[in-house]
């Protein structure tokens, strides 16, 4: 899983600051954890997302963006709790879920929002 600064954020997933709709940049589906080192549900997230990311290699990127260093990101997606998390399709608009998921539901949006099997 990689860490997004807002510069890497703009390259790899959206340039919020060029595009008023939603663009696109990456070239795999993603889900983006917003988050906090402090963030207990944050943490139970984690080891989720890791055994994901091992078994959709190849298929979707997972990334971070810690909301403490990372503000001005948080606040152009409005997060006002964390986690929250952004699964962005290849085509088509993101969604935005909350909280700590399980690792089911993760699978299900992959499949229905990410289009990926």
């Known amino acids: 899983m990689e860490l997004l600064t807002k510069e890497t954020f703009k390259e790899k997933v959206f340039n919020y ?3 008023q709709d939603w663009k696109f940049e990456g070239d795999l589906p993603v889900i983006i954890d917003f988050y906090a ?3 207990g549900p944050c943490k139970m997230v984690t080891p989720v997302l890791e055994e994901l990311a091992d078994e959709y290699k190849g298929k979707i990127n997972i990334y971070k963006v810690d909301t ?3 503000q001005e990101l948080a606040a152009a997606f409005n997060i006002r709790s964390i986690p929250s998390l952004l699964f962005a ?3 088509g608009k ?3 879920a909350m909280g700590a998921l399980p690792k089911e539901s993760f699978k299900k949006a992959i499949k229905e929002v990410l289009l990926v099997d």
């Open 17 to 19: 600051e060029e595009n």
């Open 37 to 39: 080192d402090w963030c």
């Open 68 to 70: 403490e260093k990372e």
């Open 89 to 91: 399709p290849l085509q």
């Open 94 to 96: 993101p969604q935005m």
